[in-house]
């Protein structure tokens, strides 16, 4: 399970990155709401730890373990279902001793794991644009993204079916298929936007449809809370008010104009906090973030790490890209935390767990 390593190939460019955002992440939500701020020092504490082990455990050992990672994952999201807490009509969380979990979160960084070792054993079998090899991989996405969307969970099961696209492309699949289903997802997506605003549609809650409504026709289907996000990011100007602009400057985090602004719009926080050119720094890092993961892909030294590593960076990329795009009012409002930052242990563990597996990845480069 462990192997000798050289201290050479350990890639502390993206821990020190990542765990920058991890401790910036905890001063922000102490801003956002500073009853949050132990739990998430805590985890942060935690994740450090997870992903110096993780990262010196052979990522093989991950990959052949995929059935059972696969079957704890399904478990866990059929568990909520079942006996999990219903907040606001979703059932995404247990809770342990005042510890939440939410399953839906580990998902993403296991279906990563799960799906290297199937897209590796696709290619040792030339199976990966064959109809065989795709009726697989639908049904192994199939089954957790339902789960999730019963939850219901919209924005992870849209980030989930991305990042599991994405690797399928990695993995080799042929351009003719590629352009064949854009063919047919292009009328299918036109075809459900004209379905769901029937008002007897049955596929999306009403809030789901409502949100989705405020990104085509944003004058008549208003997002409070995004229009609160726009206005917090744009009033921190160039260089921003700071993360305690003390009692005379108004902020939307002290006004609580935005509910959960620590989870799913802790960007707006970074934007009132550091201005414009804070927020570009942050997105610059968590830019490297990915491209370093990118890096670790392309010199992999087999297709299993080749796929750990670019299912990562694209899983950050979106992940990020969605969260961002809400508190921009770019994209329509889904909750999604945003990588290393926002508030939710699940999501910080899960992350780093995912950071780990790419810098053992990383530390068995393909030599040249």
Not at 42 to 64: P, Q
Not at 201 to 218: A, E, G, M, W
Not at 307 to 320: E, K
């Amino acid at each position: 399970m462990l192997k000798r390593y050289k201290l050479r190939d350990y890639n502390f460019i993206l821990l020190i990155m990542v765990i920058g955002l991890m401790v910036l992440g905890v001063f922000v939500i102490n801003s956002a709401d500073s009853s949050f701020t132990s739990k998430q020092a805590f985890g942060v504490a935690g994740a450090v730890v997870i992903i110096i082990v993780v990262s010196l455990v052979d990522y093989h050992l991950w990959l052949k373990l995929f059935p059972l990672v696969y079957a704890v994952g399904i478990l866990f999201l059929i568990a909520v279902l079942l006996f999990g807490n219903t907040v606001n009509n979703a059932t995404r969380w247990f809770t342990f001793g005042g510890i939440t979990f939410q399953p839906s979160e580990l998902m993403k960084t296991l279906m990563i794991i799960f799906m290297a070792a199937f897209l590796e054993k696709m290619i040792e079998e030339e199976q990966v644009s064959r109809l065989k090899g795709l009726l697989l991989f639908i049904g192994s996405v199939a089954i957790p993204t339902f789960l999730i969307y019963r939850q219901p969970d919209l924005s992870t099961t849209i980030c989930i079916v991305v990042v599991m696209l994405l690797m399928l492309f990695l993995a080799g699949i042929s351009y003719k298929i590629v352009f064949i289903v854009l063919l047919v997802a292009i009328p299918i997506a036109g075809t459900f936007m004209w379905y769901i605003q029937k008002p007897d549609q049955k596929l999306l809650n009403q809030y789901q449809v409502d949100r989705i409504l405020s990104f085509i026709y944003p004058s008549d289907y208003l997002d409070a809370q995004q229009a609160n996000s726009v206005m917090a990011i744009g009033s921190g100007q160039l260089w921003g008010k700071g993360l305690e602009p003390g009692p005379d400057v108004v902020t939307v985090s002290s006004s609580r104009l935005i509910s959960e602004q620590q989870t799913d719009f802790i960007f707006s926080v970074i934007g009132e906090s550091f201005g414009f050119v804070g927020s570009i720094i942050v997105i610059a890092i968590i830019l490297l973030i990915v491209l370093q993961c990118i890096r670790v892909s392309r010199r992999a030294k087999d297709p299993g790490g080749m796929l750990l590593a670019g299912g990562a960076a694209c899983l950050f990329a979106i992940q990020s890209f969605l969260n961002i795009g809400v508190a921009t009012a770019v994209l329509p409002n889904t909750g999604i935390p945003l990588p290393f930052i926002s508030y939710g242990l699940t999501s910080l563990i899960s992350s780093a767990i995912m950071i780990g597996v790419v810098l053992n990845v990383g530390l068995q480069p393909e030599r040249y």
